[in-house]
């Protein structure tokens, strides 16, 4: 007999913390057995997006910047959060000014993933960015430094082989971007 796997029931929810970049709240919920589970924690984030941006010359953008997480410097793709009444695609365009100075471009939604489905609500949505061009400084936060640096595909390629870059939800996107371009399909997300 097949098993047939079915959602769990959320009895109630209490929030633990409740700041700017970090909601956490315990739930308790009952399985589809019955079994109650009395403390089950869950990270609430808004949605993040990533942008594999790409200049007219075949340059990837990319930033540096710090990260205490692992108390080191880090290459990543541009990325943040998608503001209150935004679209995914207006935070990522909104985003790559802000970090970079770079807009324009052709783009296209190549994945929609999750960091981790079982403890955090959010998603993060990956677009390429083909034919960026600098048209402004950056607009950094207050809490933001970001220098930004153009590589050459197989500078990225030998940062992404060499595991100097980190972040999961870009290596994701990147190594997606690879594969379509070797295997010749089109990564664009189905609509």
Not at 30 to 36: A, K, M, N
Not at 66 to 92: H, I, K, M, N, S
Not at 144 to 168: C, G, N, P, Y
């Amino acid at each position: 007999m097949e098993h047939k796997v079915r959602p769990w029931h959320t009895i109630d929810t209490e929030y633990l913390i409740r700041r700017p970049w970090l909601t956490a709240r315990r739930d308790r919920v009952e399985l589809p057995d019955g079994r109650i589970n009395n403390e089950f924690y869950v990270l609430e984030y808004p949605s993040w997006v990533n942008i594999i941006a790409i200049t007219g010359d075949g340059r990837f953008v990319l930033v540096e910047q710090y990260r205490q997480g692992l108390g080191r410097l880090q290459f990543e793709l541009c990325a943040g959060v998608v503001e209150d009444g935004e679209t995914p695609l207006e935070g990522a365009r909104r985003e790559l000014l802000e970090e970079t100075g770079y807009t324009g471009g052709t783009w296209s939604l190549i994945s929609v993933i999750s960091g981790n489905p079982s403890t955090t609500n959010n998603l993060t949505y990956c677009f390429v960015a083909r034919g960026v061009t600098l048209s402004d400084t950056q607009h950094l936060d207050s809490t933001e430094d970001i220098a930004v640096h153009l590589v050459t595909r197989d500078e990225l390629l030998a940062l992404m082989k060499s595991d100097e870059m980190k972040q999961s939800l870009m290596l994701a996107s990147l190594w997606k971007y690879f594969a379509a371009e070797a295997m010749g399909f089109d990564p664009e997300v189905a609509r």
